[in-house]
């Protein structure tokens, strides 16, 4: 089934760890976001990539980084961890960032730092 | 400042019809989208306006106007399945989405 999966779902991650949380499409997407989902705030971006190679910091980049080395894979590392990042990460991917396309997103990774 | 303002939470009866506004601030503007989000999902789209007027999708139509900043999702004939959270999102300039922090919709039997 196409789509775009993101792994882990869940993870409980102690302060001061590095995490990579994965994500990958199999829509031949040319953009592709990574967003944090907090209780009471929209969804925040943080990276995102237009086409692969490419990469640009969004809205909340502080603390995260992203690499675009193909089409399909956008992996988001959190190089130390704080408090702070638990959240609810989306991956996202499109056909362009055109206006007027539809973003298909992933089903997110429930992440908790503790 | 850039900013998305929608309701936190709205309940509606099974059959019935459910406005859900949003108000935007952006820098720019290259649309308006619409996502349904089920608790614990992924959003999902639903709509996208850019011009002024009324786009209508089955049970569901949104509203657009630019020069008010304005736009509704309405929903026609609920269902119980339509219990969800209503996400608007702007589009700026920078073509980056402004997202609000969703509305809740309850659907009471």
């Known amino acids: 089934i196409a789509g775009i999966t993101q792994a882990p779902t869940s993870q409980i991650l102690a302060a001061g760890r590095r995490m990579t949380l994965r994500c990958t499409q199999d829509m031949r997407h040319n953009a592709m976001y990574w967003y944090r989902q907090d209780l009471g705030l929209g969804l925040r971006l943080i990276h995102y990539s237009n086409t692969a190679g490419t990469t640009g910091k969004g809205e909340v980049p502080d603390g995260y980084s992203v690499s675009r080395a193909n089409t399909d894979d956008f992996p988001l590392t959190l190089a130390s961890a704080v408090p702070s990042q638990t959240s609810v990460y989306f991956c996202?991917?499109?056909?362009?960032?055109?206006?007027?396309?539809?973003?298909?997103f992933g089903q997110g990774t429930r992440l908790t730092v503790v | 400042g850039q900013n998305i303002d929608q309701p936190t939470e709205m309940t509606a009866t099974e059959g019935a019809i459910v406005q859900i506004n949003c108000t935007y601030q952006t820098s720019g503007f290259n649309g308006l989208f619409w996502y349904q989000q089920h608790a614990g999902e992924a959003p999902t789209f639903l709509s996208y306006n850019v011009l002024d007027g009324l786009e209508e999708k089955g049970r569901f139509s949104s509203f657009l106007s630019r020069s008010k900043g304005y736009s509704y999702l309405l929903l026609k004939e609920l269902q119980m399945k339509d219990s969800a959270s209503y996400l608007c999102a702007a589009m700026d300039s920078n073509y980056q989405l402004i997202w609000g922090a969703g509305t809740k919709l309850i659907i009471k039997p």
């Open positions: 996202a991917s499109s056909d362009s960032p055109d206006p007027n396309t539809e973003a298909f």
